[in-house]
């Protein structure tokens, strides 16, 4: 069992057996009838069931041109996530590549983005849906684990589907990154 939850049992005095059912459901709600725990509801996704996603129009733009198959996972994905997020870049030129490369914010003139088989995502504040800030320590902190809540909901909905993706905070630097797996998305 995650010894996070063994903690979290101890502290708040719960017995479960670390298995979702009536054991852990009774403890659970005896620990909560107690005063030792409290519910709150979790914060729900943006969901619009008539939209075919949750991506704002302006991210909604920067889709056109990527493979079909990474918008279809990417919007399908947004549906999912709990984390709202945009697309802050698709397709990209050869002369924004470059322009990237020498100003050390991508590390390659063969980026995926260049055949539109890679988007860079980025999550939105639940609150006011905008873009989260960069630049200082805590906002880098909430960056990266927004941004592993969207990648594992990106690879569920890639393994779903059978759509190979690959993220680039895998890589240990590339966090807003997915892409298409090369050999099984040649360009």
Do not use: Y
């Not at 609150?127 to 906002?139: Q, S």
């Amino acid at each position: 069992m995650n010894p996070h939850v063994k903690k979290l049992q101890a502290d708040l005095g719960i017995v479960a057996d670390g298995i979702l059912g009536p054991i852990t459901e009774r403890s659970i709600i005896a620990a909560a009838r107690e005063g030792r725990l409290v519910m709150v509801p979790s914060p729900q996704p943006i969901i619009n069931p008539i939209a075919e996603d949750d991506i704002p129009p302006a991210g909604d733009v920067r889709l056109e041109g990527v493979h079909p198959a990474l918008v279809k996972l990417i919007r399908s994905a947004s549906l999912k996530c709990d984390v709202p997020f945009t697309v802050i870049e698709g397709l990209r030129s050869k002369e924004r590549q470059r322009e990237l490369v020498a100003r050390g914010a991508s590390k390659t003139q063969n980026s995926r983005h260049l055949t539109g088989h890679a988007v860079d995502l980025w999550p939105l504040d639940l609150e006011t849906l905008k873009p989260l800030p960069a630049g200082n320590k805590a906002a880098e902190d909430r960056l990266w684990a927004d941004l592993r809540v969207i990648a594992g909901v990106v690879k569920a909905e890639a393994v779903r589907t059978g759509v190979m993706v690959e993220w680039g905070g895998d890589w240990g630097w590339d966090s807003p990154h997915f892409q298409l797996n090369r050999q099984a998305f040649p360009a």
